[in-house]
């Protein structure tokens, strides 16, 4: 079964920290893979996606990910955290071909401290 | 970006009511829209896919009867809750896939949260 694994659930960080939070997808054949962003009170934004290319994918806000197969991995990073990146953050994952409905990780819980 | 709306954005309603539940895509064309309900603190869990024209895609679990999607045109969808009772209190959430070239994504709407008493 397709599945998408966030293995962080909780992250605290102070403000210029670097951030590095985990997703590892279980997909059979090619994957589009997604970051969104659920800021407090608000709906999901997409970060980023990777569809094919470039492995290192820039998304906005200063956030990036890395698309590494071998390890079936795409996790997210920002170098340097600010307090507004407090937020939860989804990884999401679907087949390159098809109905395009996107599985979801359970979320990584950011808070970024002052 | 793209923008989905959802209405109403917040509903109250008696156990055994109907609710209706509305997303549209407000500079887009969305072929394909998505269901999903998210639990307090926990992720999105796809309900149904629902294409236009067409019946909707149901996951495994979700109820079609209880649940029904309409797609009636290519920036509107609805979600409407049939006899609602208190375990179907939950945020949901649409979204709708932008298909065009060079794009492919889903864009979601602000989520409706609703509340059966």
């Known amino acids: 079964a397709q599945s998408v694994s966030q293995h962080n659930h909780h992250v605290i960080l102070s403000e210029a920290a670097s951030l590095e939070l985990g997703c590892n997808y279980s997909y059979g054949g090619t994957v589009n893979l997604f970051w969104y962003v659920q800021y407090p009170g608000q709906h999901l934004q997409l970060l980023l996606k990777y569809f094919s290319g470039d492995p290192l994918v820039k998304g906005i806000k200063g956030f990036e990910a890395e698309f590494i197969k071998s390890k079936f991995s795409f996790n997210l990073r920002k170098p340097s955290v600010q307090w507004s990146d407090t937020a939860e953050y989804f990884c999401a994952a679907r087949v390159s071909t098809g109905r395009r409905a996107l599985t979801f990780g359970s979320g990584t819980r950011l808070q970024v401290q002052p | 970006g793209a923008v989905v709306s959802q209405h109403p954005s917040w509903v109250i309603c008696k156990s055994g009511t109907s609710v209706k539940i509305e997303c549209r895509s407000l500079d887009f064309q969305a072929t394909t829209m998505f269901w999903y309900r998210q639990f307090p603190k926990q992720s999105l869990m796809l309900m149904a896919t629902s294409n236009e024209g067409s019946k909707a895609t149901y996951e495994q679990g979700v109820e079609k009867d209880k649940f029904l999607i309409n797609h009636a045109s290519l920036t509107l969808s609805t979600l409407t809750v049939t006899s609602a009772h208190p375990e179907d209190s939950s945020f949901y959430i649409c979204?709708?896939?932008?298909?065009?070239?060079?794009?492919?994504?889903?864009?979601f709407g602000p989520g409706t949260r609703l509340t059966v008493l």
């Open positions: 979204s709708a896939r932008d298909g065009g070239m060079g794009t492919d994504t889903q864009y």
